[in-house]
């Protein structure tokens, strides 16, 4: 989209339920195509078939004073699979991934580019220097999530996660490249290994007053993924798991037989033989859940399904500079 007199820069916003901040996204990226200027703005809106009507809102707004590109799934693929596609269907040379809950304020996006474009990096992170309107109970829940994280799946992964980020074009390339199913984007793009840098800011309250969707299921998940493609997390607990059951069968074969030398067991054999099949198996079980969890995974990967469909695809250019007030 961009006429070749100055750099473009890419947004990607993925939409499911953000209705509530249509206007209010909107309103924020026209002042971040001001604040971009003399640089042009491309924002990529990818509707992950959101059931509400986010898609109409924002089209009243259409055209603005930024070019605009809206990309439709044709079932919900997750918010990961919509940023890829975003990207996809970006044109810039800097291509950024925000959220449509204006929690991380589209300002920064206008920081990011900056810093790239004064050092040598290649990605820009967005790192939580404060959280308002977060309660204390969110925010002891989320630095617990992301220690473990560090210390369990990812040391490289940014304090506090990445939920914004601006890359130049050829590590966007590369991210694409990374074609794995069930598999975390960020950490895919942590795992690239290009320099980095990092932008603090401070975690705004959502636009429309909800609450986040970021629930215990879905870190949970996002762990279980992130462990299972980007650590030997799973292998490690397998190997522990086998010890632990070697040494528990070891310790209650010597209690066994200590009893039936001392003569204390009146059943011979029963009691422990039972206990030590029941914990034995139960071990076994955990042990195949976690073989049967990465065997998932790799056949997952031979499918080679896309990770997300596309449905229908329609560009806003922006208004040109007699239209704009």
Avoid at 66 to 86: C, D, E, P, Q, W
Avoid at 164 to 181: I, W
Avoid at 275 to 282: A, D, E, Q, V
């Amino acid at each position: 989209m961009s006429d070749g007199s100055a750099p473009l820069v890419t947004v990607v916003v993925p939409l499911y339920k953000s209705a509530g901040s249509a206007d209010a996204l909107v309103d924020r990226l026209d002042a971040l195509q001001r604040s971009l200027a003399p640089s042009l703005l491309e924002v990529v809106f990818v509707d992950d078939a959101s059931p509400d009507d986010v898609v109409q809102r924002l089209e009243r707004h259409f055209p603005c004073t930024f070019a605009v590109r809206v990309v439709r799934h044709s079932r919900n693929f997750g918010s990961f699979a919509a940023i890829r596609t975003g990207i996809a269907s970006a044109d810039g040379q800097f291509v950024g991934v925000m959220a449509a809950d204006l929690q991380e304020p589209p300002a920064l996006i206008a920081d990011m580019v900056g810093e790239l474009r004064r050092t040598t990096a290649d990605i820009a992170y967005g790192v939580r220097a404060g959280r308002d309107g977060d309660t204390m109970g969110a925010r002891v829940a989320s630095s617990l999530f992301w220690r473990g994280y560090r210390r369990l799946v990812q040391p490289e992964m940014p304090i506090g996660g990445v939920d914004v980020f601006v890359c130049r074009r050829h590590v966007a390339d590369q991210l694409l490249g990374m074609t794995e199913a069930n598999s975390s984007l960020v950490g895919s793009l942590v795992w690239l290994g290009f320099p980095s840098i990092a932008v603090p800011y401070t975690r705004q309250p959502r636009a429309d007053g909800g609450t986040s969707a970021w629930s215990l299921s879905r870190r949970v998940r996002y762990m279980s993924d992130s462990a299972f493609s980007f650590s030997r997390l799973p292998l490690t607990l397998l190997g522990w798991t086998g010890l632990l059951g070697l040494l528990a069968c070891t310790l209650a074969g010597a209690a066994v037989l200590t009893g039936r030398l001392l003569g204390r067991v009146e059943v011979p054999g029963y009691t422990a033989l039972m206990l030590t099949l029941l914990f034995c198996t139960s071990l076994l079980l955990v042990a195949l859940w976690i073989v049967g969890e990465m065997a998932w995974r790799a056949y997952e990967n031979t499918k080679s399904r896309p990770l997300a469909v596309v449905s229908q695809r329609t560009d806003y250019p922006s208004k040109t500079r007699e239209e704009q007030p």
